[in-house]
């Protein structure tokens, strides 16, 4: 596996669900992507509504969901899927924790993967964070 994109859920599903919609428009830029969502114990129905957005929009082929019975925060819900992705037989060379509220820009894991295939001394980048207007924001 290329890259491995784990998106983790607490009560903004529909944001989840809108992050999964601009994902799906990117999943072809990279050979090897596959996307992890982690229902992270929201404690409502948000686990069946993120299912049935990959079986009815057919995202099965590169999404998963894990739905957890308690919420862990946000190091918890990513650890839930990133440890046993750690000692798969198929280890992703790369990682992309997303926010659930992201909506990914075209183009961005291709200039993402590029970035860190030609530059394999760097052990972690980021991807600009806009607003929704699409003023970068500063970290």
């Known amino acids: ?8 859920n607490y009560r ?6 809108d992050c999964l919609h601009s994902v799906a428009k990117e999943i072809a830029s990279v050979p090897g992507i596959h996307v992890a969502v982690c229902e992270n114990g929201s404690g409502d129905n948000s686990a069946e509504l993120i299912q049935q957005a990959i079986d ?6 590169w999404c998963s969901l894990t739905a957890l019975k308690v919420n862990l925060g946000f190091t918890g819900g990513n650890n839930a899927i990133l440890r ?14 997303l926010n659930s509220d992201t909506i990914v820009r075209p183009n961005a894991f291709k200039a993402l993967i590029d970035f860190m295939d030609n530059n ?6 980021g991807s600009r ?6 003023t970068p924001q500063r970290s």
């Open 84 to 97: 046993p992705a750690l000692g798969s037989a198929d280890k992703p060379q790369y990682f992309l924790l």
């Open 129 to 134: 964070l806009e607003d929704p207007d699409g």
């Open 1 to 8: 596996m290329k890259l491995l994109v784990v998106i983790v």
């Open 120 to 125: 394999p001394e760097v052990g972690i980048a």
């Open 56 to 61: 009815d929009n057919d995202w099965s082929s």
């Open 12 to 17: 903004v599903t529909q944001l989840a669900i």
